[in-house]
C-alpha cells in the first residue's frame, strides 16, 4: 500500500508530492525498513543537532532542520514525522506543529501486511505497520503509531499522538485518549476509555476506565523457586 494523505472508509486518497521523513533515531530507521523501497522518499530531516548521530539512512541523506524549506520546500514535499514517543509523544506532536507552521502537508503509511477492513478512518501523519489487523469501523486520528501485531478491535477510536506498542489488543469500542502510550502486547476491556496521556507498562490488562495522566504497571515476571522439569511437567502434561 502507497503512501497517501487520508483514508475514509477504504478510500485512499493518494499523495502526489514527494516525500520526507522527520527523524533519524533508531523508530526512524526502524519505521524506514517496511517502506525503504518507496520511490517518493527523498530524505531525511532532524534537528540540528542530531544530524551528526545518523547523517544518512540507507542511501539517503539526513539534513538539518534549519534548512528543510530551503532543500525541501512544502509546495513540493509533504512530511511523515517517524519519532518515538519521547515525553508520552508529545516530541512528535510539537514536531509536526512545527512542520506544519512552515507550510507542510502530511502524509500516514500502512504497511502493505496490514490487514484493513472494508470501513475505517485514518487520520494524516499516522503510521501502522507489522501485520497489525484493523477491525470495521476503527477510527485512527492524527499522528498515531500502530506497532507490529497489534490488534484494533471493531469500532475503537485511537486518538491523536497516541502509539500502541507491539502486540497490544484493544477489544471492541475501546476509546484510547491522546498522546496516551500502551506498551507491548497490553490488552484493553472491551468498552474501556482511557484519559489522555496515559501510559500503560508492557504486559497489563486494563478493565477500567482512567482518568488523564494515569499508570497502569503490571507486576513483573518472577524468578519461582521451582526446576523448570518439573514445573513444565505439572504444568503441561
Request: proline share 5%; charged share 20%; hydrophobic share 35%.
Amino acid at each position: 500500500m502507497p503512501f497517501f494523505k487520508k483514508i475514509t472508509n477504504g478510500k485512499l486518497e493518494e499523495c502526489t508530492k514527494k516525500i520526507i521523513v522527520f527523524g533519524n533515531g533508531g523508530q526512524t530507521r526502524t519505521v524506514y525498513g517496511y517502506f525503504f523501497d518507496e520511490h517518493k522518499v527523498e530524505g531525511f530531516v532532524v534537528d540540528d543537532k542530531y544530524v551528526s548521530d545518523q547523517p544518512s539512512i540507507g542511501e539517503l541523506p539526513v539534513h538539518p532542520f534549519s534548512k528543510i524549506t530551503e532543500i525541501y520546500p512544502p509546495e513540493q514535499y509533504s512530511v511523515l514525522v517517524a519519532l518515538g514517543f519521547k515525553d508520552l509523544n508529545q516530541l512528535r506532536q510539537k514536531k509536526s506543529e512545527e512542520l506544519s507552521a512552515l507550510g507542510y502537508e502530511f502524509v500516514s503509511f500502512i504497511d502493505r501486511s496490514v490487514r484493513v477492513p472494508c470501513q475505517y478512518s485514518i487520520g494524516s501523519n499516522s503510521i501502522v505497520v507489522g501485520h497489525a489487523d484493523i477491525h470495521e469501523g476503527v477510527v485512527i486520528k492524527e499522528g498515531v503509531f500502530v506497532s507490529s501485531g497489534a490488534v484494533l478491535g471493531h469500532d475503537s477510536i485511537l486518538e491523536n499522538y497516541s502509539w500502541i506498542g507491539s502486540g497490544a489488543v484493544l477489544t471492541g469500542w475501546v476509546t484510547i485518549g491522546d498522546c496516551t502510550v500502551l506498551g507491548m502486547n497490553v490488552s484493553i476491556k472491551q468498552n474501556s476509555i482511557l484519559g489522555h496521556h496515559t501510559l500503560v507498562s508492557p504486559n497489563s490488562f486494563v478493565k477500567v476506565n482512567t482518568p488523564p495522566y494515569s499508570s497502569i504497571v503490571s507486576e513483573a515476571g518472577k524468578l519461582v523457586p521451582i526446576d523448570s522439569r518439573r514445573l513444565h511437567m505439572f504444568a503441561y502434561k
